[in-house]
């Protein structure tokens, strides 16, 4: 069983930065895409970015591209969201999901492991 625990969210004000951490338990990290999504208080989860199993691809949500940034460090088994120039409409519940073996993944049906979730509140 993937275990997926985030960390790092909290309450900034707008402008302000967050990095977002996700740790994966198991020795096939490296083998699957990863993902963000957000969830806004009576919005529908939407996809925020995802990385390849290298690094070398990403996929960004138009609302983030230029603020936010998708890393991963195979080593430490760890996915990161670092989030710049944040504005309040960024506030939701933010969640750590792995996706495809081998490949990006595009669509939350493709991530079939999911964190708690992290709350961002940014404020204005």
């Known amino acids: 069983q993937v275990q997926l625990v985030e960390s790092g969210g909290g309450l900034v004000q707008a402008g302000g930065s967050l990095r977002l951490s996700c740790a994966a338990s198991g020795n096939t990290f490296s083998s699957y895409g990863m993902g963000w999504f957000r969830q806004a208080p009576g919005k529908e989860r939407e996809i925020v970015s995802t990385?390849?199993?290298?690094?070398?691809?990403?996929y960004y949500l138009d609302s983030v591209k230029g603020r936010f940034t998708i890393s991963r460090d195979n080593a430490e088994n760890t996915v990161y969201l670092q989030m710049n120039s944040l504005k309040p409409e960024d506030t939701a519940i933010y969640y750590c999901?792995?996706?495809?073996?081998?490949?990006?993944?595009?669509?939350?049906?493709?991530?079939?492991?999911w964190g708690q979730g992290t709350q961002v509140t940014v404020s204005s």
């Open positions: 999901a792995r996706g495809p073996s081998g490949r990006l993944g595009r669509y939350a049906n493709e991530f079939a492991y």
């Open positions: 990385i390849s199993p290298s690094g070398r691809l990403t």
